[in-house]
């Protein structure tokens, strides 16, 4: 079976015009703006983003996050708090679904259940 190319894109970015939008969104923030929110994006394209439309709910909350914090001159520091690790893995809660690191933590619960006698 294979999967074309945009039913691919579909899946790990979400619509093509939504993912579009949310570049559009971030490329027109002020300067360290953009580059915190190009950072937290490619954070989260290794450690926790969705597919499909939670990663378009994502994209959309990450562009309201960034474009609220420039428009109120909220400092970079203020948005992230000491840690942007803690932040960032904070942020990624709040999208569950999809998450490849979501899956393979209820997978490995289940092994070890299943290998320690349990029913899950």
């Known amino acids: 079976m ?3 190319i945009s039913k ?5 970015i979400g619509d ?3 993912w579009r939008q949310y570049k559009a969104r971030i490329r027109a923030l002020p300067e360290d703006y953009r580059a ?3 950072a937290l994006e490619r954070y989260l394209n290794y450690f926790g983003r969705g597919d499909g439309a939670g990663a378009a709910a994502m994209n959309e909350d990450l562009a309201d996050l ?3 914090g420039a428009a109120n001159g909220t400092p ?3 948005i992230f708090g000491a840690d942007p690790v803690e932040f960032v893995e904070a942020f990624i809660q709040n999208y569950p679904e999809g998450q490849w690191i979501s899956r393979e933590r209820q ?3 289940s092994a070890i259940a299943h290998a320690a ?3 899950t």
């Open 36 to 38: 915190a929110a190009e």
């Open 66 to 68: 960034f474009e609220q």
């Open 2 to 4: 294979t999967m074309s």
């Open 76 to 78: 970079i520091r203020d």
């Open 8 to 12: 691919f894109t579909a899946k790990v």
């Open 117 to 119: 006698g349990e029913r």
């Open 107 to 109: 997978r490995f619960v």
């Open 16 to 18: 093509k015009r939504q």
